[in-house]
């Protein structure tokens, strides 16, 4: 018998508080679509698993390790059991120390406040259901922002119709994983959605979330359910986004936010309408902290971007300052206790981290999955910046630039995939 529960709750920061995201602080007047911590909470005569989505553009450490701690004294789910997922929406609230811009420590408790309501309220209206999960496939929403360049160097997002564009420098992953729950025979309680893109449509001048929220209306629109629970969490996204480079037209603002939504929603339905539900399933989780080195100096990508994202000038100096700040961190504490968690939800395996995780990385853990069905979720339980594939460390681009948001080693991609794939082996044996 399976028991299950969702609930969401408003995440929404105070008007005038800090976006970050981008290079200078941003300050935002308005709210375009609420915020949310959505949570599914699902448990057997054994185990009790939560999965929580939260709008926001990362996972601050101090903010799971809070949450986790309170939701395992509210509903004794103990910590190994929770994840908690960032969408990287770039219109979410005050969490992060990069660039321009600063975290809000009294954002940061209202997080850790609203996280912990979101898992105890759907704790406690646990109750018999059957879950389904299934994939859809969505292949024209989402690009490789990373370019191979005639002199041989690879250049994030080069600009529209770059005639020095060889080819994209990386995959997309086109999958639209689904979980989702419904009474016994009767009506949808709630979605879990995974999917690899930037959350850099919506734009504008207010907290949105960007086009999850368009995800959440559709989806309930079609199944009739005005207060449907739609979770997200993100897939292995840190070089790939809404913008093709190599077609003429601007992707970007709420009408192309909706574009998305429907394309996502769309395929979430197809999924739903085909799943085998189970009144039953094997619910697991394993976590694993693995330690990974901020990297040397002598590791620091040699190449300045001269084009594309983080070139000019005014980025030269803010990546200055940062080196300077990972300077100071990798002094104070070298070694990063970087998390690896593994969810088995019947069929479905789900792996995890804390990273911008590049597109390969993620379908290489995939690949190599003993389970059928697989989720790779970053940005999850902790914040450990950009995790690039190996050879982009010394091919360029925007992305390995050292920064607080790119501090890691070399190695930590292929350390956190053998990690993930080891983790997921465990739960299936």
């Known amino acids: 018998m399976l028991y299950v529960g969702f609930a969401e709750t408003d995440v929404t920061p105070k008007m005038g508080s800090e976006s970050p995201g981008g290079f200078a602080a941003r300050r935002l007047h308005e709210v375009q679509d609420p915020l949310k911590a959505v949570a599914m909470v699902v448990r057997n005569e054994s185990t009790t698993l939560a999965l929580v989505g939260v709008d926001v553009v990362f996972m601050p450490d101090q903010v799971a390790a809070r949450a986790r701690q309170a939701i395992e004294a509210r509903t004794k789910i103990p910590p190994t059991h929770v994840l908690l997922g960032a969408s990287h929406t770039h219109g979410g609230g005050p969490v992060a120390d990069c660039f321009g811009s600063t975290a809000d420590p009294a954002y940061l408790d209202l997080l850790v406040e609203r996280i912990t309501g979101a898992v105890e309220q759907a704790y406690h209206s646990l109750h018999s259901a059957e879950i389904g999960e299934g994939f859809g496939h969505e292949p024209s929403i989402s690009f490789n922002r990373r370019f191979l360049m005639r002199d041989g160097r690879q250049v994030t997002h080069p600009g529209k119709g770059n005639p020095d564009i060889v080819r994209p420098a990386g995959p997309i992953d086109p999958d639209v994983g689904v979980l989702a729950a419904r009474a016994p025979g009767g009506p949808l309680l709630g979605v879990f959605v995974n999917f690899a893109c930037h959350l850099t449509v919506t734009g504008g ?26 979770g997200f ?3 292995a996204a840190g070089d790939v986004t809404q913008v093709d480079n190599q077609r003429a037209g601007r992707e970007f603002g709420p009408e192309w936010a909706q574009i998305c939504g429907l394309a996502l929603g769309s395929e979430v339905a197809q999924a739903i309408g085909r799943m085998d539900w189970r009144k039953e399933a094997v619910l697991k989780a394993d976590r694993t902290i693995v330690p990974i080195p901020i990297r040397s100096e002598a590791e620091e990508p040699p ?25 100071r961190e990798r002094e104070r504490n070298p070694i990063v206790p970087c998390e690896v968690q593994a969810m088995r939800l019947g069929d479905l395996g789900i792996a995890t981290n804390g990273a911008e ?12 999955s ?4 697989t989720w790779v979720v970053s940005l999850a339980n902790q914040w450990i910046g950009y995790v690039a594939t190996p050879t982009a460390y010394y091919a360029g681009g925007y992305e390995p630039r050292t920064a607080r948001s790119a501090k890691m080693a070399p190695s930590a991609g ?7 794939v080891g983790a997921l082996r465990k739960l299936k044996g």
Request: glycine share 8%; net charge positive; charged share 20%.
């Open 370 to 373: 003993p389970f059928k069905r």
């Open 303 to 327: 190449e300045i971007p001269t084009i594309g994202l983080g070139s000019g000038p005014a980025a030269d100096a803010v990546y200055a300052r940062e080196r300077e700040e990972v300077k």
């Open 233 to 235: 969490l993100l897939g």
């Open 357 to 368: 995780y590049f597109c390969r990385l993620g379908l290489e853990i995939k690949a190599a």
């Open 414 to 420: 292929v350390t956190l995939a053998v990690t993930a």
């Open 205 to 230: 001048n207010g907290f949105t979330a960007d086009y999850v929220a368009n995800l959440r209306s559709v989806l309930r629109a079609h199944y009739q359910s005005p207060h449907l629970p739609v």
